[in-house]
């Protein structure tokens, strides 16, 4: 059997690469998608990154993630689980924000993931399905004062992750969203989310049966109050 394709869109050093490893160590052929890839090349030569290819991929423009996606099918196979994690945050009350950072965060943030996830939806369907995954945040519940540029990108592919699901379930495409209610960090700050245990909680998403899909999933430190 060949080996399954993942795709990450929006990868960085912390979940971004957190979720690469984990899908990766899991025998999977991954490509990790970020709009500089500087960084990522590092990664990707170093033992931690074997086997991992690095995409250039501007996620708010469809010709990019057009791309990303033939050339994945065309040199691996089909995507079977796709994540969505690409974010922007510029904080500011609404007074004081320009309709160009608002935009720009949108479009990163909730536009991006309706590109990515409309085409990772065409390349599965037909295609035995799959899993596609969109990261969703505390704001994704609630718009905080401060939070207009976060929360309104949120709320939106929170949506689309719904609409999403309804639809294409009943066609073997498993959609999930799942709300990170905290900081990311290290493993040994007990007060924030361990970007490997989060990372974990993806893979085992894939892994459901269809008989048991989860749509929705929210993860915290045990400290944080909900």
Known sequence: ??????????????????????????????????????KLEALASSNAGA?????ACDATKQTDVTKLFETVTRELGTPRLVVFNAGAYERGGILELTAESFER????????????????ARAMIGSGGGT??????????????????????????????????????????????VIID???????????LPPEAIAEAYYQLHLQPRGAWTHEQDLRPWVEKF
């Open 132 to 177: 596609i995954i969109f990261t969703g945040a505390t704001a994704s519940l609630r718009g905080s004062a401060g939070f207009a540029n976060l929360a309104m990108p949120k709320f939106g592919l929170r949506a689309l992750a719904q609409s999403m699901a309804r639809e294409l379930g009943p066609k073997g495409i498993h959609v999930a969203h």
């Open 105 to 120: 965060c949108w479009r990163i943030g909730c536009f991006g993931g309706f590109l990515v996830g409309q085409a990772a």
């Open 1 to 38: 059997m060949d080996k399954q394709v993942a795709v990450v869109v929006g990868v960085g050093p912390g979940l971004g690469w957190a979720l690469v490893k984990r899908f990766a160590s899991a025998g999977m052929q991954v490509v990790a998608a970020a709009r500089r890839v500087e």
């Open 51 to 55: 086997g991992v290819r690095v995409h």
């Open 182 to 192: 905290g900081q990311i960090g290290e493993p040994d700050e007990v007060s924030r």
